[in-house]
């Protein structure tokens, strides 16, 4: 069955701090994954988009990473602002239909 | 450049009763998509529109539907209104298939829908 698993489910980190939200997938034949931003309310900012061949992909202070044999993608914040809460979904997409795999989404606090 | 229009932003719908959702995609953007989110599923995919044909659908009874006009405006109708239905739905435009490799998605902000 394709899915798409991201944890933690929340995560509570203090301003300038780094964190790390993960994305385990077992979508298969796989065509890109995707992050997005979603501010509560609001609809889904892109942050990055990687294809297979993608290892690594950054977008200011967020660093995505893809690792294809394990199919496993990391988000990276470096030096977090209070801006950044919200929740964060993983996308990925399945070659043969465009299927569409949404994750539950990590939903990350960022205090003071 | 404007992006991804919806309306109504919010509305209240009665159980049984039908609604029609609307979107205007960015400009030159060829393909519509709509997604449903709620607490408990989070977000679903419903189906993509692309030069006014459906290309791809999402696992939703047929109770869900939608069109895409020349202009690539696109409806989505719900009808026979279930409490179930109450989520949050998305519009998504995109210059090309969605789903396709390399495309940036854009979302609209939704449009709030409470059946009672």
């Known amino acids: 069955k394709n899915q798409v698993e991201q944890s933690p489910q929340s995560l509570i980190i203090l301003e300038g701090k780094n964190c790390t939200l993960q994305?385990?997938?077992?979508?298969?034949?796989?065509?890109?994954l995707r992050w997005y931003k979603q501010d509560t309310g609001r609809g889904p900012v892109s942050l990055t988009i990687?294809?297979?061949?993608?290892n690594t992909k950054s977008n200011g202070r967020y660093t995505a990473t893809l690792d294809a044999d394990t199919k496993q993608s990391s988000l990276h914040i470096t030096a977090s602002q209070l801006s950044d809460s919200a929740s964060y979904i993983c996308?990925?997409?399945?070659?043969?239909?465009?299927?569409?795999?949404f994750g539950a989404g990590t939903r990350l606090t960022v205090k003071p | 450049k404007a992006g991804v229009t919806q309306t109504p932003r919010y509305l209240i719908k009665t159980r049984g009763q039908q609604v029609t959702l609307s979107c205007s995609p960015i400009?030159?953007?060829?393909?519509v998509s709509w997604y449903q989110q709620t607490p408990g599923q989070g977000l679903q995919f419903l189906f993509e529109?692309?030069?006014?044909?459906?290309?791809n659908k999402g696992n939703f009874p047929g109770r869900f539907s939608g069109r895409q006009f020349s202009n690539s405006r696109s409806e989505m109708n719900v009808s026979t209104l279930e409490l179930g239905d109450s989520a949050l739905y998305l519009c998504?435009?995109?210059?090309?298939?969605?789903?396709?490799?390399?495309?940036?998605?854009?979302f609209g902000e939704g449009s709030w829908l409470t059946v009672v």
């Open positions: 998504a435009s995109s210059p090309e298939l969605h789903s396709r490799s390399g495309n940036t998605i854009y």
């Open positions: 994305c385990n997938y077992t979508v298969s034949p796989f065509s890109n």
């Open positions: 990687m294809t297979f061949s993608e």
């Open positions: 996308v990925v997409s399945q070659r043969r239909n465009n299927d569409m795999r």
């Open positions: 400009s030159g953007h060829r393909s």
């Open positions: 529109y692309f030069s006014e044909t459906q290309r």
